[in-house]
């Protein structure tokens, strides 16, 4: 059974960093991807960026692009998303995914983490 279980959330101000991690388990194949969403208090659950396994294919949201950052350590079974000049609009909980398809700025995965939460303050 494959388990996503996310790390690296809190509470940061404007302009600042964080980065997320997302480590699996449970899983006895490769060549899948991984990627993360976010959802905001009375927002739906939007697409952030997606990676392949190989780590060549890679997507992102329009409203991240410049800023955060998807990596992939398949070594340590782990997915990583670093976060830069972080926004008040960036506050959400954010949640790891893993397979399923993916393509130019969208995903639709198989698997989710429980969600870590990013809070930005102005």
């Known amino acids: 059974q494959v388990q996503l279980v996310e790390s690296g959330g809190g509470m940061v101000q404007a302009g600042g960093s964080l980065r997320l991690s997302c480590a699996f388990s449970?899983?006895?194949?490769?060549?899948?991807?991984m990627g993360w969403f976010r959802q905001a208090p009375g927002k739906e659950r939007e697409f952030v960026a997606v990676?392949?396994?190989?780590?060549?294919?890679?997507y992102y949201a329009d409203s991240v692009k410049g800023r955060f950052t998807i990596s992939r350590d398949n070594a340590k079974n782990t997915v990583y998303l670093q976060m830069n000049s972080l926004k008040p609009e960036d506050t959400a909980a954010y949640y790891c995914?893993?397979?399923?398809?993916?393509?130019?700025?969208?995903?639709?995965?198989?698997?989710w983490g429980q969600g870590t939460q990013v809070t930005v303050s102005s």
């Open positions: 995914a893993s397979d399923g398809d993916y393509g130019n700025a969208y995903y639709y995965p198989t698997y």
């Open positions: 990676i392949s396994w190989s780590g060549e294919n890679i």
């Open positions: 449970g899983r006895t194949f490769p060549n899948y991807p």
